[in-house]
């Protein structure tokens, strides 16, 4: 605790704490992106499959060609012509070669490659004799040799990350098609407020347009999630436990409440869901008060501030995390980057600030860091979080932040 503050890694301990994992399963590589893989994956092939060609040229035996050069070209009969795919394995005597093709299969016999660039013919005239002007560098010279890359048994990927293009492209050419996966977390997503319409609506005093579901849902998807339903509630509170009975027949990982945590008189997710959820106030700037809680099926009930920033650096710090962990993610954490100020800045006393934030890359060799909007860190600021990349993370025991010190940036991306 700091003070009557309880401290981030608390908070988010005690979240953490209560994490379980979502059911896996076994699915094809295309249906497998974007999800987690559950179990390691071993290569069923040596990669390369066999030795083959890095060039398109003639596959010689390195004795033949060592001596060859301009002013001494060695003149080879050409035996053989092999295309990718082929099955042949055509014998190769003293000054005999074979023409191949990138990825083609090299012949038992041969040891190098000479490419069509260091021939007199060339490509045009390759399946009589070919003429070698240049010998190659060594015995082995554009060959890529079986499994140099990986052998069968062999961890192409362990548990725990992401599958993505290059991913699956590297489980593919180790001749798995199948993969262990973690379900997407299931998220039922909560906005409160009576103040609040649909996008787009006329508005009248005193209401503002919904943006919370839209980002919050969002963020679920980029974190793996999948969300169930999205839902409005007044504040009133008489829509609220109707809306969780609704789903408590389906198997949710996680309910994302907005606004309705805080210290008013109509706190709803508060005043509705005080036996289920502690409340808290949390040394962070902006996200101060939080909600939480865990249901007796197992669902985690995140009660965020309403305040658009606020509930993006929440769901950044707490709620991401745990979505990251139902999926047995292995790094739980944003990549970090030190940069220095573009700016000076006012920092909260004591608290942790997270600060949505841009970076400058006019210099590739100096980038900077600096706030996405005039406004700073102001929890009401949702415009500004459309330019916002990163968080500049400045700790609770720095006073401001000057132009040039060194500060921590989570990058949003990557």
Known sequence: MMGDLRTVEAHLGAVLDAVRPTDRSTTTLPQAFGRTLATAVTAAVDVPVFDNSAMDGFAVRFADVASATPDSPVTLRVVADLPA????????????????????????????????????????????????????????????????????????????????????????????????????????????????????????????????????????????????????????????RGLLREYTGERLDAVVFTGGVSAGAYEVVKNELADAMTFSKVAMQPGKPQGFGVTSEGTLLFGLPGNPVSAAVSFEVFVRPALLAMQGRGDLARPVLRLPASTSWRTPPGRRQYLPAAINRTDPAHWTVGPATRGGSGSHLAGGLGRAEAYAVVPAETEAVTAGDLIDVLLLEG
């Not at 023409?99 to 009589?128: K, Y």
């Not at 990927?157 to 992401?162: D, K, V, Y």
């Not at 006329?202 to 999630?225: K, M």
């Open 85 to 240: 795919g082929t099955q042949h394995d055509p014998p190769l005597g003293p000054g005999q070669a074979a023409r191949i093709m990138t990825g083609s299969p090299v012949p038992t016999d041969a040891d190098a490659i000479v490419p069509f660039e260091h021939t007199a013919g060339g490509l045009e005239d390759s399946l009589e004799t070919v003429v070698v002007l240049r010998a190659p560098a060594a015995e082995g010279a554009h060959v890529r040799r079986r499994g140099e890359d990986l052998h069968t048994g062999d961890e192409v990927l362990p548990a725990g990350i992401r599958l993505g293009a290059w991913q699956l492209g590297a489980i593919a050419a180790a001749g798995v098609g199948t993969v262990t996966v973690s379900a997407p977390p299931q998220v039922l997503v909560v906005s409160t407020g009576s103040e609040l319409v649909a996008p787009g609506t006329a508005l009248h005093r005193g209401q503002i347009p919904e943006s919370n579901s839209t980002l919050i849902a969002g963020l679920v998807a980029e974190a793996g999630g999948h969300v169930v339903h999205v839902a409005s509630v007044d504040d009133e509170g008489s829509g609220l």
